[in-house]
């Protein structure tokens, strides 16, 4: 068994390790710059070279603990690097562990067939292995980017981590239980047949986690998809409601007003004048806000002018609601609900009340509709795959209404683009101009 584990290639697996880590680095946000990160890899391949020397000098029983402490260099290794949250690094160092497995395990198993120990220098076995090695984790970024899209973004959570790592673990005794006895099913009786079931256990691991990862996401998906659906009605049960009262409300206004000339020309006193006057006044604030030529983008300002009235925020409107003729109802209430809504919350939180400010734009340009949402806001928003991050704790049941935004108008051929700059927030969007929606 000892002459077994000292053909472990120890310093190899250290280098795959730390070249698995590097395609979560091109992936995913980064917490530091790239010097630093050369510096920090620096480091961290010094502390693995010693501690991997002094780890040949042990028994293979050592092995796992051995293994374990690279995990662990791993780990602390991503976490300096990506920004995300700590369980969701700790599945991206599993991930990268089997991918490293596997990798170093292919190398070795070829190398030992050809003999490459035998036949080449250290310096030249060294750089085989480094270029070996950057060809496969190249293959594997190109696959993860495919396979995983925007699950990189998510969180995992407890459960899946913790299936992940009763995955991790079962694929990395099976694939080196051979090392430590022979009397298992599981076990060879000859290097070549340690190595040949060591890289196919490693690589039906990382397809394991795969699936695993692509079954996490296709429930993510569904659960999204009910989620926005479920806030697409919110919107549109909300414009319905409004515009069943605001229908009401402009009847009696319309009443009141005529009422109220009446009693004008029937009355000489000056405080009764006067008294009149400041009804009049007072009745104005809830007269229809703004005729943009849609009813249903009339009722949505409406409705969010009380809203904005009573917090002191300024909403402004310069729209040409004809334009939108070719969208439906409730792609309507989705678009400018979700917009309308973020921008009142987000200038809520400013304290200073002069500086809660909202502008809307519907206009039209080179054959396009033209749709621009800006508000001011306070600094420090972070955009996450282009979509600003909820500033909420829940997580999970916020920040659908932007994704809404951008599902419904990809419907419509369009693009959203969501900026912040100089103490304001901008969502401009883009739509294909149909022949319904050009003014006549």
Same mark, same amino acid.
């Given at each position: 068994?000892?002459?077994?584990?000292?053909?472990?290639?120890?310093?190899?697996?250290?280098?795959?390790?730390?070249?698995?880590?590097?395609?979560?680095?091109?992936?995913?946000?980064?917490?530091?710059?790239?010097?630093?990160?050369?510096?920090?890899?620096?480091?961290?391949?010094?502390?693995?070279?010693?501690?991997?020397?002094?780890?040949?000098?042990?028994?293979?029983?050592?092995?796992?603990?051995?293994?374990?402490?690279?995990?662990?260099?791993?780990?602390?290794?991503?976490?300096?690097?990506?920004?995300?949250?700590?369980?969701?690094?700790?599945?991206?160092?599993?991930?990268?562990?089997?991918?490293?497995?596997?990798?170093?395990?292919?190398?070795?198993?070829?190398?030992?067939?050809?003999?490459?120990?035998?036949?080449?220098?250290?310096?030249?076995?060294?750089?085989?292995?480094?270029?070996?090695?950057?060809?496969?984790?190249?293959?594997?970024?190109?696959?993860?980017?495919?396979?995983?899209?925007?699950?990189?973004?998510?969180?995992?959570?407890?459960?899946?981590?913790?299936?992940?790592?009763?995955?991790?673990?079962?694929?990395?005794?099976?694939?080196?239980?051979?090392?430590?006895?022979?009397?298992?099913?599981?076990?060879?009786?000859?290097?070549?047949?340690?190595f040949n079931i060591?890289?196919?256990?490693?690589?039906l691991g990382l397809?394991?986690?795969?699936?695993?990862?692509?079954?996490?996401?296709?429930?993510?998906?569904?659960?999204?998809?009910?989620?926005?659906?479920?806030?697409?009605?919110?919107?549109?049960?909300?414009?319905?409601?409004?515009?069943?009262?605001?229908?009401?409300?402009?009847?009696?206004?319309?009443?009141?007003?005529?009422?109220?000339?009446?009693?004008?020309?029937?009355?000489?006193?000056?405080?009764?004048?006067?008294?009149?006057?400041?009804?009049?006044?007072?009745?104005?604030?809830?007269?229809?806000?703004?005729?943009?030529?849609?009813?249903?983008?009339?009722?949505?300002?409406?409705?969010?002018?009380?809203?904005?009235?009573?917090?002191?925020?300024?909403?402004?409107?310069?729209?040409d609601g004809g334009?939108?003729?070719?969208?439906?109802?409730?792609?309507?209430?989705? @678009?400018?609900?979700?917009?309308?809504?973020?921008?009142?919350?987000?200038?809520?939180?400013?304290?200073?009340?002069?500086?809660?400010?909202?502008?809307?734009?519907?206009?039209?340009?080179?054959?396009?509709?033209?749709?621009? @949402?800006?508000?001011?806001?306070?600094?420090?928003?972070?955009?996450?795959?282009?979509?600003?991050?909820?500033?909420?704790?829940?997580?999970?049941?916020?920040?659908?209404?932007?994704?809404?935004?951008?599902?419904?108008?990809?419907?419509?051929?369009?693009?959203?683009?969501?900026?912040?700059?100089?103490?304001?927030?901008?969502?401009?969007?883009?739509?294909?101009?149909?022949?319904?929606?050009?003014?006549?």
């Amino acid at each position: 068994m000892e002459e077994m584990s000292a053909n472990i290639p120890r310093l190899y697996t250290a280098i795959a390790e730390m070249m698995s880590c590097w395609i979560f680095f091109v992936i995913c946000k980064r917490k530091l710059s790239a010097g630093k990160i050369l510096l920090l890899t620096g480091g961290v391949g010094l502390v693995e070279l010693a501690y991997t020397r002094a780890g040949t000098l042990l028994s293979s029983w050592f092995w796992p603990i051995h293994m374990l402490f690279l995990f662990s260099m791993m780990f602390v290794y991503m976490y300096c690097v990506v920004e995300r949250p700590a369980l969701t690094v700790y599945y991206y160092t599993m991930k990268s562990f089997i991918m490293a497995e596997f990798v170093a395990a292919f190398e070795w198993q070829i190398a030992y067939f050809y003999k490459w120990n035998e036949i080449l220098s250290g310096e030249i076995r060294i750089f085989i292995a480094v270029l070996f090695y950057t060809v496969c984790f190249a293959g594997l970024l190109v696959v993860e980017k495919i396979w995983i899209r925007d699950s990189i973004f998510r969180t995992v959570s407890v459960q899946e981590g913790l299936i992940a790592t009763a995955i991790v673990i079962g694929v990395f005794l099976l694939s080196n239980i051979g090392f430590f006895t022979l009397n298992t099913p599981f076990s060879g009786q000859s290097l070549s047949d340690l190595f040949n079931i060591r890289t196919i256990v490693d690589f039906l691991g990382l397809v394991i986690l795969y699936a695993f990862q692509s079954r996490i996401a296709e429930i993510d998906m569904k659960m999204d998809l009910a989620t926005m659906d479920r806030c697409l009605r919110e919107q549109y049960e909300k414009y319905r409601n409004y515009q069943d009262s605001i229908d009401l409300i402009n009847m009696k206004y319309h009443d009141l007003r005529h009422q109220m000339e009446d009693l004008k020309e029937q009355i000489s006193s000056e405080e009764q004048t006067l008294l009149i006057d400041n009804i009049e006044s007072e009745l104005k604030e809830y007269s229809p806000y703004i005729q943009t030529g849609n009813k249903v983008l009339d009722a949505l300002l409406d409705s969010r002018q009380t809203i904005c009235r009573k917090r002191n925020i300024i909403i402004t409107a310069v729209a040409d609601g004809g334009l939108l003729e070719f969208m439906n109802v409730a792609d309507i209430c989705t @678009v400018f609900g979700n917009a309308l809504d973020n921008a009142v919350e987000s200038v809520t939180m400013i304290e200073d009340a002069e500086k809660r400010l909202i502008h809307l734009e519907v206009t039209e340009q080179k054959q396009f509709v033209i749709i621009l @949402v800006e508000n001011s806001c306070r600094q420090g928003i972070v955009f996450e795959n282009g979509i600003p991050k909820s500033p909420r704790k829940d997580k999970k049941n916020h920040g659908f209404g932007t994704r809404s935004i951008r599902q419904v108008v990809q419907k419509y051929g369009g693009s959203a683009i969501f900026d912040a700059e100089d103490g304001w927030f901008t969502l401009k969007i883009l739509l294909p101009c149909k022949k319904s929606c050009r003014k006549k």
